[in-house]
């Protein structure tokens, strides 16, 4: 599941974010470029691949991702078959490329996962790499491992295989102009398969007790009259199915590792009762109904991705993924292998341009699918990878909530002074006198503080203290004189 957003800006608002962002990148000692004997190993790597000996360029596999992309991971293709259905799924062989221990393999050690800001990206690979040799571009010969997953009618796996072997994409496709053609008729049969499919695994999903976040795009969008706005673009349903194939590809990694007894799983625990509660005061201040008897899932079900304020509290509920590890094991299986927002056993798998771990998942899965053992260079880095990507999610999480800060201080700075209705949905645990409020419009969660305690879980009238893109911060105060004589001036509510 996507957990990660995607923050747009347009060309005026960029020129103003350019110099913020340059300063989060040296405060948080971020890297800038990579290193000359990695891009010339690089380099080198991207003229001598290792093509493997089977060829399935017969495959019309396909990309589908947003059109400015050019690290893709993963082609497909899906088509019905006696008893069911079957997904082709390529995913990029980094390790073609890469080789364990060379100047490559140890820069993106360090770095984990490719960090994305406000329209850039910090890459685990050099650009020569993941946006060119290694990426699954059309009518490029590319070395890949082929997944081929079987499902029968009711979209439960009962077969996957996973081996290397030549693939050739036909075609560079992005989310809208496929959904465009899906709506007016003219789309490719294909996607009427992957409907199928997608529905098919979301409604099992949904009856495991599995919730998954539809997070959407943010854009800070400039108007004619220099008004900034901050909005949300709700998930096509073509993105939704297309998911749906990926999370089938992680779940049958994390069963082929299972089953093996060595390999690495995507961990989270079950939500604590304080985070479902601090869900629900957002839920209020968002004036979305919650009621009572209904469940987190449940919940989660009723929201409209195409809805502004359920779109904000989707990323609320991303505060309850709180928690989410890996877990190495080689032998003796986890004692929590679960990850609780599927209800499955799952592991990273198909975006190793972009996450280290993938690619030492597809290794294991490749060797384990063709009885042989693991490679020792595998083997040897298992144990060390949840804290390399804890440390990388770690950093990506500081990078995103900066430039997310960044940008909301920047859309609010000309608007200090003004009032805002929200709801208070959290206490400082140390001074009832501060917390955080939810504001509807626009649909931000800040810090807000007053001379006497919050009242959480309260409809509220706040007034903006301060919005200082210098210092990225966004501060409301609450219960002051001029909010009091002031609410006329209320900006937000439904």
């Keep these: 599941m996507s957990t990660t957003r995607r923050l747009r800006v347009q060309a005026p608002a960029r020129a103003v974010l350019a110099r913020g962002m340059d300063e989060i990148v040296k405060e948080l000692k971020l890297p800038q470029g990579f290193p000359a004997e990695v891009e010339a190993a690089a380099a080198a790597a991207a003229k001598n691949p290792r093509l493997p000996d089977e060829d399935r360029t017969d495959i019309p596999l396909v990309t589908i991702d947003p059109p400015e992309s050019m690290d ?28 364990p221990g060379d100047a490559i393999d140890i820069e993106a050690r360090r770095r984990g996962e490719t960090l994305y800001g406000a329209d850039s990206a910090i890459p685990l690979h050099p650009t020569v790499l993941c946006n060119g040799a290694t990426s699954l571009l059309p009518d490029q010969l590319r070395p890949a491992l082929l997944w081929t997953i079987d499902l029968d009618t009711g979209g439960e796996g009962i077969a996957v295989d996973v081996h290397r072997a030549r693939v050739r994409s036909r075609a560079k496709l992005n989310y809208a102009g496929v959904q465009a053609e899906i709506d007016a008729g003219t789309a490719d049969p294909m996607w009427a398969v992957l409907r199928e499919i997608g529905e098919l695994r979301a409604a099992r999903e949904k009856r495991r007790g599995g919730v998954s976040l539809p997070l959407p795009e943010q854009e800070i969008r400039v108007d004619d009259d220099g008004r900034w706005h901050l909005e949300h673009r709700g998930r096509l349903a073509v993105e939704n199915w297309n998911e749906q194939i990926s999370l089938l590809t992680g779940m049958a990694a994390a069963h082929i590792m299972v089953k093996g007894r060595i390999g690495l799983l995507r961990t989270l625990p079950p939500p604590p009762h304080w985070a ?70 799952y592991a990273h798998a198909t975006a190793p341009l972009r996450r280290l771990v993938d690619r030492f998942v597809g290794e294991t899965c490749v060797a384990l699918c063709a009885g042989e053992p693991v490679p020792d260079w595998v083997r040897e880095a298992l144990p060390t990878l949840p804290d390399i990507m804890q440390s990388a999610g770690q950093r990506a999480s500081r990078y995103e909530h900066a430039v997310l800060n960044l940008a909301e201080a920047a859309l609010l700075s000309a608007r200090v002074g003004e009032h805002f209705a929200g709801v208070v949905v959290d206490l400082d645990r140390h001074d009832p006198q501060r917390g955080d409020v939810m504001i509807a419009d626009p649909a931000i969660q800040a810090k807000v503080d007053g001379p006497r305690p919050l009242p959480l879980g309260e409809d509220v009238q706040v007034t903006l203290a301060e919005a200082d893109p210098a210092t990225r911060t966004t501060r409301f105060s609450y219960g002051t004189a001029e909010t009091a004589e002031q609410p006329e001036k209320t900006t937000a509510g439904d």
Excluded: K, N
Aim: include cysteine; charge should be negative.
């Design 276 to 345: 479902i509660e601090r869900l629900r005061r957002s839920a209020r201040g968002l004036h979305i109904d919650w009621p009572a008897g209904l469940d987190y899932a449940g919940f989660i079900a009723t929201l409209d991705p195409a809805r502004p304020h359920h779109i904000a509290m989707l990323i609320a509920c991303t505060t309850v993924l709180r928690g989410a590890g890996y877990a190495a094991f080689d032998g003796e299986l986890p004692e929590q292998p679960l990850q609780s927002a599927l209800a499955a056993e």
């Design 72 to 99: 893709l991971d993963q082609a497909m293709h899906v088509e019905r078959r006696d008893g069911g259905y079957r997904v082709y799924y390529a995913i990029a062989d980094v390790a073609a490329f890469v080789r």
